[in-house]
């Protein structure tokens, strides 16, 4: 994404529970709905009572390349949070189909599971287990995802999403893109890209390209239409790339980020696909910021426009914005998959209890590989989340002050342009009365939602206390 909008490329990234008691916290994902229906009660059914799983509810099977210890599963809900489930939960899920009893469940369980269960069993573990986690409803309950199922509200989530271009029209505008995923053609673009970029640092210099390049109303709202076509196309990286290795791409939408306009990509489905797979998605934005910034090179090539230049020097600061691990941009997926663990902060309190001795060891459940991986992410990451907030506290008051007097003088340009009738320059400088407020509404946007978040915490822990 780009430099003045956040990018959320996975937006479903969901974890849910083994066998233990209380279910884990699961990701955001993107909103909707099933249609729900109230079948008769079955309790009185010979063998016991007939369960269900949740409307839409897919079964995606093994998480490959999970960094646990043990084999992790995954189903979606209709409501597309993604949730994990263990081996035994996942048996039981495959087996309900609204036919079955309880009684056939369990039998149908023992055989491919391996371990004798009873139709208790799978009583107690469709209600205690999956009905909490919207997976599966005892007989009589509404099949809908219940409004109390985990669903994370993260201070770092895409907010307000609204779709942008459907499912099905994505997948007609990727398939003339799939060749580029072809290793030949990547080797190709990336040499290419390469040869292009020694270039345009080392002989043209890019350092004076931004300013020498944008030094009209029209040339900057240019340079802000490409920027927009270039956020546009990384979101066809990912669709594209999630088609490619075999998963089926969901709608682009948009949304806010951190208070950034934000567009995003749904490539859930891209779960049930190897390891290889999810990394290919999870870097194929980028590789189309690559592809686009090549175009542009050759633009300039045929053209002499300095504009497209400048879009080049900016598209260098998007891919670099896009590979850090510590928001949800796609290095953290990136991350999120070399680990094998889709919920990085969710390892954060298991992570920091671990290393303040006042829980389990950091990462109980992960291969030692992946627990020093994300124990390392966890302790670079907090500390940096913590430095940013304790420097907006400290530097806010005058970054405030000097923001407010930018922008005054830059809606009395705007107003004076339009006041002249001078379309093309009023519409440049109210661009750039925007990128100085929304920095400024992010800041207090984030002071307030974090401020929100410590206060429930607080009073949720007075309201625990006997």
């Not at 909103?31 to 079955?42: F, L, M, V």
């Not at 271009?165 to 580029?180: C, D, E, F, I, Q």
């Not at 005054?408 to 107003?415: H, S, Y």
């Amino acid at each position: 994404m780009g430099k003045h909008a956040a990018h959320s490329s996975r937006p479903v990234r969901s974890v849910g529970t083994s066998t233990s008691p209380t279910p884990a916290p699961t990701l955001p994902g993107p909103r909707g709905r099933g249609e729900a229906r109230r079948p008769e009660p079955d309790d009185g059914a010979p063998g016991g009572w007939i369960p269900r799983t949740t409307v839409g509810l897919e079964v995606h099977g093994r998480f490959h390349g999970s960094g646990t210890t043990e084999s992790v599963y995954t189903v979606r809900r209709a409501d597309g949070q993604v949730v994990e489930l263990s081996q035994l939960l996942h048996h039981v899920v495959c087996a309900v189909d609204g036919l079955r009893t309880s009684d056939q469940i369990a039998a149908r369980v023992s055989a491919t599971f391996g371990r004798e269960l009873c139709a208790e069993n799978v009583e107690f573990l469709i209600r205690e287990k999956l009905g909490p986690l919207g997976v599966a409803v005892c007989p009589g309950d509404l099949d809908e995802v219940p409004g109390d199922a985990p669903s994370a509200d993260l201070l770092l989530g895409l907010k307000g999403r609204a779709t942008l271009v459907r499912p099905s029209l994505v997948r007609r505008l990727t398939s003339p893109l799939l060749l580029l995923h072809h290793p030949v053609v990547v080797t190709l673009v990336l040499a290419a890209f390469a040869s292009a970029d020694a270039w345009f640092f080392v002989v043209h210099g890019a350092a004076r390209t931004l300013e020498a390049a944008v030094g009209s109303p029209g040339e900057l709202l240019a340079l802000f239409s490409l920027t927009v076509a270039s956020l546009l196309f990384h979101e066809l990286g990912h669709a594209s790339a999630c088609r490619y290795g075999g998963a089926r791409p969901g709608r682009i939408g948009f949304g806010v980020y951190l208070l950034w306009p934000s567009f995003f990509t749904d490539v859930t489905d891209v779960y049930r696909r190897p390891r290889a797979d999810r990394l290919r998605t999870d870097l194929g934005g980028v590789y189309f910021n690559i592809v686009f910034m090549l175009a542009l090179f050759g633009g300039y090539a045929g053209t002499g426009s300095g504009v497209l230049l400048a879009a080049v020097y900016l598209g260098h600061f998007e891919v670099l914005q896009q590979l850090v691990p510590i928001v949800r941009l796609d290095g953290y997926y990136i991350l999120s998959d070399l680990a094998g663990v889709p919920d990085l902060f969710g390892q954060v309190g298991p992570v920091l209890r671990g290393v303040l001795r006042r829980g389990p060891a950091p990462g109980a459940r992960l291969a030692a590989r992946s627990r020093r991986l994300v124990t390392v992410w966890v302790l670079v990451s907090t500390s940096l989340l913590v430095f940013q907030i304790g420097y907006t506290l400290i530097a806010l008051p005058q970054v405030t002050a000097q923001s407010v007097s930018a922008m005054d003088g830059q809606l009395r340009l705007a107003v004076a342009a339009v006041t002249a009738g001078h379309a093309i320059a009023a519409t440049a400088d109210f661009v750039r009365f925007a990128f100085l407020l929304l920095p400024l509404g992010a800041s207090f946007y984030l002071l307030l939602r974090l401020a929100g978040a410590l206060r429930s915490r607080l009073f949720g822990r007075l309201l625990r206390r006997p």
